[in-house]
């Protein structure tokens, strides 16, 4: 019988973060990701050349909302980002999510050269490259975001998030440093689209950003976000240039902040060990992003990244 | 206690108690003031200056500047002492010049005017378009040929600028009476300039026919339209009784016969109906779209074998509302707009002093700033990028005089309702599977038509990106249609089978609607594919 096959005009761009000796920066290695078209895994189809990216998330100041079973997984470098840094490196990260958290005004308010100086000590900790983020707050961002991108100049990183509010000074920071960039927006397909226009109608390569098209947890609105991706891929493949990024999923920060993740056994006894719960919750969440189409899953327990890259190498055998 | 009023510069005087608010009291004397909320000090239109006496006033919605030049909002003020006020020229409601001065064939200047020794004995017709904004009144001879056209604003904008304030003020006690009453006082008016004019007997007028939207039909018959705004927004009656002049209060003959064109559903009137009918789209064998774009922005699509409409309630932005120096399309207003080398030039309408902007001008700004790199396509200012952007009390604004200026909200509104607008015709057209190449013909109807700029309404991304030629401006359609309706019963007959055949689409039901409605709010449209000659422009 004939295999009834999709063909595809589009294709996703493919990207490279990090930046080794010879090309200015002081990375051990490149990471590359997209490139794909088809649909995620669908090897029968068409070419899916790079695997899906595990970035690990390391913050510059200690997670005050995590829950204590995913604290401990960190306990001893909570609060020293390089050792953090390196530690998410030996247990098998690709890449290293840097959330500069303590620069939020309602907390810390760390300052530009406060961001930049843990840049670069994780910069000098790590070999691994690098994605930055900012804090919760747009007008903060938009403040240090030159600084940021300056620091890590020639490291060719991925920062975010540019989002409608602030795109115009992210896309402007990421030119000067030579970065590519995470464009965020509210979970609907058209205001992706557009901040993506006008982010490469300020001269900036459409090649180089990544979609964020918001995440949402398993049981807190995952089906959208799943449908979004979907309809963000067929519009790609489809050939609309303005919908062929890679996309990015911060599968990790949606997990632990859902009571299934941080009520312990007095509460809910009926919910199994709290031990399990949440970095199984966190591995059921990655999959499920997986198949939607991320190429970047960001994530937080050591135990969830290990058996999911176990999971993507499985799902890459053709 | 009651205080005396008075009002300048028509020297008008009214008594009222110390109850009553400024607005309510200019209604009262007979002094046309605008305001779109309906006296709620939302929209803060009805600005008035205090000349003499004490006033009990409200800053909301006033500069610092205003408060010391005694400006006040004249819904929420209340005298203290005697008073009088001065009514500054933006304030005042005038005549609708553009209805009455268009270009088009549908325009009664360019209709031959019958001559008008009329025979004392002669039978005499009014047609009339009750538009939520407008009042038009076509004095008709027994060949149903025009003898007079007049025109004026629709009194009741003192009760809100969309028919849904309306509503809401019908469901107060004898709100919707007073509604009733304004309306035929108006209509009155405009009969008895007719025939003063036309120097004939308003007795010898014994046929009316009126088109307008369903709202205005219910409330020029008395009846009660709240229940159109509410759950499952179901007018009273689609196919509405005649009525005697004398019942309705018309003077005209006692027993002329007044018929209204029939509806199609609550936000489909009989105007559109009427606007099938004058544009003969149900005799053709051309796929036409009908774009009436007025304060409600219904839309028709079909020919003689179907006939489809949505209402897409575009909201009041193209006849002036909700933007900060918009107005409706009278003398002073801004109707067009070149930038050139950061240089501006613009013309008003009757060459007057500008004073604001209309439809057509506030389309011709923003298109052209646009296409000039000053706004981006999700309709920001680009900063820096002419000497004509200041920074305002509420963001950006480009000043296109030293007063008028466009601000950035005003955009925001103009691209929700021109979203709304090219959103709705998207739906009508996939909904029986036509693409837009297919649309052999589209007649825009509406105050604002007349000046319209077709070319860049496309680039704005309101109108389709069709040949020039595809295009007709109908001007008023509505009353055109209540003419010919008047004229020949086999008229009304199709009108009330237009009516019948036509399939209504709730958009607030369609799940399409809201997916095209987000992807269209962007200069010209997310999907740039849809607009080729825009890309081109956008490209050279």
Same mark, same amino acid.
């Given at each position: 019988?004939?295999?009834?096959?999709?063909?595809?005009?589009?294709?996703?761009?493919?990207?490279?973060?990090?930046?080794?000796?010879?090309?200015?920066?002081?990375?051990?290695?490149? @990471?590359?990701?997209?490139?794909?078209?088809?649909?995620?895994?669908?090897?029968?189809?068409?070419?899916?050349?790079?695997?899906?990216?595990?970035?690990?998330?390391?913050?510059?100041?200690?997670?005050?909302?995590?829950? =204590? @079973?995913?604290?401990?997984?960190?306990?001893?470098?909570?609060?020293?980002?390089?050792?953090?840094?390196?530690?998410?490196? =030996?247990?098998?990260?690709?890449?290293?999510?840097?959330?500069?958290?303590?620069? =939020?005004?309602?907390?810390?308010?760390?300052?530009?050269?406060?961001?930049?100086?843990?840049?670069?000590?994780?910069?000098?900790?790590?070999?691994?490259?690098?994605?930055?983020?900012?804090?919760?707050?747009?007008?903060?961002?938009?403040?240090?975001?030159?600084?940021?991108?300056?620091?890590?100049?020639?490291?060719?990183?991925?920062?975010?998030?540019?989002?409608?509010?602030?795109?115009?000074?992210?896309?402007?920071?990421?030119?000067?440093?030579?970065?590519?960039?995470?464009?965020?927006?509210?979970?609907?397909?058209?205001?992706?689209?557009?901040?993506?226009?006008?982010?490469?109608?300020?001269?900036?390569?459409?090649?180089?950003?990544?979609?964020?098209?918001?995440?949402?947890?398993?049981?807190?609105?995952?089906?959208?976000?799943?449908?979004?991706?979907?309809?963000?891929?067929?519009?790609?493949?489809?050939?609309?240039?303005?919908?062929?990024?890679?996309?990015?999923?911060?599968?990790?920060?949606?997990?632990?902040?859902?009571?299934?993740?941080?009520? =312990?056994?007095?509460?809910?006894?009926?919910?199994?060990?709290?031990?399990?719960?949440?970095?199984?919750?966190?591995?059921?969440?990655?999959?499920?992003?997986?198949?939607?189409?991320?190429?970047?899953?960001?994530?937080?327990?050591?135990?969830?990244?290990?058996?999911?890259?176990?999971?993507?190498?499985?799902?890459?055998?053709? | 206690?009651?205080?005396?009023?008075?009002?300048?510069?028509?020297?008008?005087?009214?008594?009222?108690?110390?109850?009553?608010?400024?607005?309510?009291?200019?209604?009262?004397?007979?002094?046309?003031?605008?305001?779109?909320?309906?006296?709620?000090?939302?929209?803060?239109?009805?600005?008035?200056?205090?000349?003499?006496?004490?006033?009990?006033?409200?800053?909301?919605?006033?500069?610092?500047?205003?408060?010391?030049?005694?400006?006040?909002?004249?819904?929420?003020?209340?005298?203290?002492?005697?008073?009088?006020?001065?009514?500054?020229?933006?304030?005042?409601?005038?005549?609708?010049?553009?209805?009455?001065?268009?270009?088009?064939?549908?325009?009664?200047?360019?209709?031959?005017?019958?001559?008008?020794?009329?025979?004392?004995?002669?039978?005499?017709?009014?047609?009339?378009?009750?538009?939520?904004?407008?009042?038009?009144?076509?004095?008709?001879?027994?060949?149903?040929?025009?003898?007079?056209?007049?025109?004026?604003?629709?009194?009741?904008?003192?009760?809100?600028?969309?028919?849904?304030?309306?509503?809401?003020?019908?469901?107060?006690?004898?709100?919707?009476?007073?509604?009733?009453?304004?309306?035929?006082?108006?209509?009155?008016?405009?009969?008895?300039?007719?025939?003063?004019?036309?120097?004939?007997?308003?007795?010898?007028?014994?046929?009316?026919?009126?088109?307008?939207?369903?709202?205005?039909?219910?409330?020029?018959?008395?009846?009660?339209?709240?229940?159109?705004?509410?759950?499952?927004?179901?007018?009273?009656?689609?196919?509405?009784?005649?009525?005697?002049?004398?019942?309705?209060?018309?003077?005209?003959?006692?027993?002329?016969?007044?018929?209204?064109?029939?509806?199609?559903?609550?936000?489909?009137?009989?105007?559109?109906?009427?606007?099938?009918?004058?544009?003969?789209?149900?005799?053709?064998?051309?796929?036409?779209?009908?774009?009436?774009?007025?304060?409600?922005?219904?839309?028709?699509?079909?020919?003689?074998?179907?006939?489809?409409?949505?209402?897409?309630?575009?909201?009041?932005?193209?006849?002036?509302?909700?933007?900060?120096?918009?107005?409706?399309?009278?003398?002073?207003?801004?109707?067009?707009?070149?930038?050139?080398?950061?240089?501006?030039?613009?013309?008003?309408?009757?060459?007057?002093?500008?004073?604001?902007?209309?439809?057509?001008?506030?389309?011709?700004?923003?298109?052209?700033?646009?296409?000039?790199?000053?706004?981006?396509?999700?309709?920001?200012?680009?900063?820096?990028?002419?000497?004509?952007?200041?920074?305002?009390?509420?963001?950006?604004?480009?000043?296109?005089?030293?007063?008028?200026?466009?601000?950035?909200?005003?955009?925001?509104?103009?691209?929700?309702?021109?979203?709304?607008?090219?959103?709705?015709?998207?739906?009508?057209?996939?909904?029986?599977?036509?693409?837009?190449?297919?649309?052999?013909?589209?007649?825009?109807?509406?105050?604002?038509?007349?000046?319209?700029?077709?070319?860049?309404?496309?680039?704005?991304?309101?109108?389709?990106?069709?040949?020039?030629?595809?295009?007709?401006?109908?001007?008023?359609?509505?009353?055109?249609?209540?003419?010919?309706?008047?004229?020949?019963?086999?008229?009304?007959?199709?009108?009330?089978?237009?009516?019948?055949?036509?399939?209504?689409?709730?958009?607030?039901?369609?799940?399409?609607?809201?997916?095209?409605?987000?992807?269209?709010?962007?200069?010209?449209?997310?999907?740039?594919?849809?607009?080729?000659?825009?890309?081109?422009?956008?490209?050279?």
């Amino acid at each position: 019988m004939e295999q009834a096959l999709e063909k595809w005009q589009g294709k996703i761009y493919e990207l490279t973060i990090g930046a080794t000796k010879d090309e200015g920066g002081t990375r051990s290695k490149k @990471v590359k990701f997209g490139g794909i078209n088809t649909l995620p895994f669908l090897h029968f189809e068409g070419i899916v050349p790079n695997p899906p990216l595990i970035a690990v998330e390391v913050w510059d100041t200690e997670p005050t909302e995590w829950p =204590d @079973v995913l604290k401990n997984e960190y306990k001893d470098v909570l609060n020293n980002p390089m050792q953090w840094a390196k530690k998410c490196e =030996d247990f098998g990260a690709d890449l290293i999510c840097l959330r500069l958290a303590s620069t =939020d005004p309602d907390t810390i308010n760390a300052s530009a050269a406060d961001a930049s100086k843990t840049i670069k000590d994780v910069l000098s900790a790590s070999s691994l490259p690098l994605m930055i983020i900012g804090c919760g707050n747009n007008e903060k961002n938009s403040s240090i975001i030159m600084d940021v991108a300056q620091t890590a100049k020639g490291e060719n990183c991925l920062i975010g998030m540019a989002v409608k509010e602030n795109y115009k000074t992210f896309t402007a920071a990421a030119q000067a440093g030579g970065h590519s960039l995470i464009a965020e927006t509210p979970i609907d397909i058209n205001l992706e689209k557009q901040l993506n226009i006008l982010i490469s109608d300020l001269g900036f390569g459409s090649d180089r950003i990544v979609i964020h098209p918001t995440t949402g947890g398993i049981g807190y609105g995952f089906e959208y976000c799943y449908t979004i991706i979907e309809r963000t891929r067929l519009a790609a493949l489809a050939s609309d240039k303005m919908m062929s990024q890679p996309i990015v999923t911060f599968v990790g920060q949606e997990t632990w902040k859902i009571k299934e993740c941080k009520a =312990d056994e007095t509460e809910k006894p009926e919910w199994g060990s709290i031990k399990d719960r949440g970095f199984l919750w966190e591995k059921a969440t990655a999959s499920a992003y997986l198949q939607a189409g991320s190429d970047i899953l960001v994530m937080n327990h050591p135990k969830a990244v290990k058996d999911i890259k176990i999971h993507i190498q499985e799902l890459m055998k053709k | 206690m009651s205080f005396k009023i008075k009002f300048l510069p028509e020297n008008k005087e009214i008594t009222v108690d110390k109850d009553t608010d400024l607005l309510t009291a200019a209604l009262k004397a007979d002094v046309g003031i605008y305001n779109s909320c309906g006296g709620k000090g939302i929209c803060g239109k009805c600005k008035l200056k205090i000349i003499s006496g004490e006033v009990n006033r409200s800053v909301l919605h006033l500069s610092a500047d205003d408060i010391k030049n005694n400006y006040i909002l004249a819904c929420k003020t209340f005298c203290e002492t005697d008073v009088e006020v001065f009514v500054p020229e933006e304030s005042r409601i005038g005549l609708a010049e553009i209805l009455i001065r268009g270009k088009k064939i549908f325009d009664p200047l360019n209709i031959k005017l019958a001559k008008t020794d009329v025979s004392i004995s002669e039978d005499l017709g009014i047609a009339i378009d009750i538009g939520t904004t407008t009042l038009v009144v076509y004095l008709l001879n027994s060949g149903n040929d025009i003898l007079c056209a007049k025109a004026m604003y629709n009194p009741q904008i003192s009760f809100g600028e969309d028919v849904i304030t309306r509503m809401i003020f019908a469901e107060k006690e004898s709100g919707n009476k007073q509604l009733h009453s304004l309306l035929i006082k108006g209509i009155n008016e405009l009969i008895e300039s007719c025939a003063k004019e036309t120097k004939i007997h308003a007795k010898n007028i014994k046929s009316g026919m009126i088109a307008a939207n369903t709202t205005m039909t219910h409330t020029f018959l008395g009846i009660n339209p709240s229940y159109i705004r509410k759950i499952p927004y179901t007018p009273k009656m689609d196919f509405l009784p005649s009525q005697t002049a004398n019942k309705l209060g018309l003077n005209i003959n006692d027993t002329a016969i007044v018929k209204a064109i029939p509806s199609v559903s609550a936000y489909v009137g009989g105007d559109i109906v009427a606007g099938v009918i004058a544009c003969n789209i149900n005799h053709t064998d051309k796929p036409t779209l009908f774009i009436d774009l007025g304060t409600n922005g219904e839309v028709v699509f079909g020919n003689k074998e179907f006939l489809v409409c949505c209402s897409t309630s575009a909201g009041p932005c193209f006849e002036g509302g909700g933007i900060k120096w918009g107005m409706r399309a009278q003398s002073g207003a801004i109707e067009s707009f070149k930038f050139e080398n950061d240089n501006i030039s613009y013309k008003t309408i009757g060459q007057h002093k500008a004073i604001g902007i209309c439809g057509a001008g506030i389309i011709s700004v923003i298109s052209e700033l646009f296409i000039k790199g000053i706004i981006d396509k999700s309709g920001e200012f680009v900063d820096g990028s002419s000497k004509h952007i200041k920074k305002g009390e509420f963001g950006l604004e480009f000043f296109i005089t030293e007063k008028i200026s466009m601000t950035s909200q005003d955009i925001k509104n103009v691209i929700n309702s021109k979203g709304a607008v090219f959103s709705g015709c998207e739906v009508l057209l996939k909904k029986l599977d036509f693409e837009f190449l297919q649309i052999e013909q589209v007649k825009i109807a509406g105050g604002l038509g007349n000046a319209l700029d077709i070319e860049k309404a496309i680039i704005l991304g309101l109108l389709p990106d069709l040949p020039k030629d595809k295009y007709e401006f109908v001007g008023n359609a509505s009353i055109t249609g209540a003419k010919e309706c008047l004229g020949s019963e086999r008229k009304l007959e199709e009108a009330k089978q237009v009516a019948r055949m036509m399939t209504y689409i709730d958009l607030s039901t369609e799940p399409e609607f809201m997916n095209n409605y987000t992807a269209s709010l962007f200069l010209p449209h997310t999907d740039l594919n849809l607009f080729p000659t825009v890309k081109n422009i956008l490209e050279a």
